[in-house]
């Protein structure tokens, strides 16, 4: 978000590390693997659908590392993004202008297909998967992230200048003020320059938690995801993590 401290990481070192106990899946991301990631995205978002600063992006997806990438690449391009918001059946409409179509929508696959749901209109609708590769099937009228995203360039697109007064979610909070609540949540946390954040995904959704506060104090992020707890004293040791969340 805006504002925030410069990243202390050196740059031969992962940023971000994604972690599945489930599956054993792992993918280490350096700094500028991240930014080429979120430079992609932002591409697809801004040249790719058309979107201009303002516009309402809402992305339902779990704390990944392909999160990351696309809630930076969002941010980057000056547009309004609702993580996770739930339409369930039966429920007020909470967020302004929820009644209408989002810009773009990104979704896991198994998201869409929960009965339980009502997966918000979008009028650029990608699938996002959170396991390696490309995605085997993809619905009529969706588009596999994955394979899209890799259509544009690593280099960032040329950005026009983003404010710290304007919008970053749809509810009207402001980029210097997501900025403002990264920081003195990094400060609760005790997070400092150079720590390394161990994250449980599933007790941790929020992007506040797992991404902002950690880039707001120059700390590393290690999230994982279906986290064993009878390994998390081994994953400390092994990632030489000085934070736990």
């Not at 710290?164 to 909070?173: C, L, V």
């Amino acid at each position: 978000m805006a504002d925030h401290a410069p990243v202390a990481v050196a740059t031969h070192e992962p940023l971000l590390s994604y972690l599945d106990d489930a599956t054993g899946e792992r993918t280490d991301l350096t700094a500028q693997q991240l930014g080429a990631w979120a430079a992609r995205t932002a591409g697809l978002l801004r040249d790719g659908c058309g979107l201009r600063p303002g516009d309402r992006v809402a992305v339902l997806l779990p704390p990944h590392w392909r999160t990351a990438a696309l809630l930076i690449g969002a941010w980057s391009v000056g547009l309004s993004v609702s993580f996770r918001p739930r339409a369930l059946a039966g429920l007020p409409v909470l967020e302004p202008g929820a009644d209408l179509p989002y810009d773009a929508v990104f979704v896991t696959p198994e998201r869409l297909d929960d009965w339980l749901e009502d997966v918000p209109e979008g009028t650029h609708r990608y699938l996002v998967g959170t396991g390696p590769g490309p995605l085997s099937s993809v619905p009529p009228g969706w588009l596999d992230w994955s394979t899209e995203v890799l259509r544009h360039t690593e280099i960032a697109p040329d950005l026009g200048v983003l404010r710290p007064s304007d919008p970053a979610s749809p509810d009207g909070t402001s980029y210097g003020e997501w900025g403002a609540v990264a920081r003195e949540y990094a400060t609760q946390l005790d997070l400092r320059a150079g720590d390394r954040l161990l994250v449980d995904a599933a007790e941790h959704e929020q992007p506040l938690k797992w991404l902002l506060a950690p880039l707001a104090a120059g700390a590393s992020v290690v999230l994982c995801a279906n986290l064993d707890r009878s390994r998390l004293d081994a994953h400390v040791t092994a990632e030489q993590a000085t934070r736990v969340l």
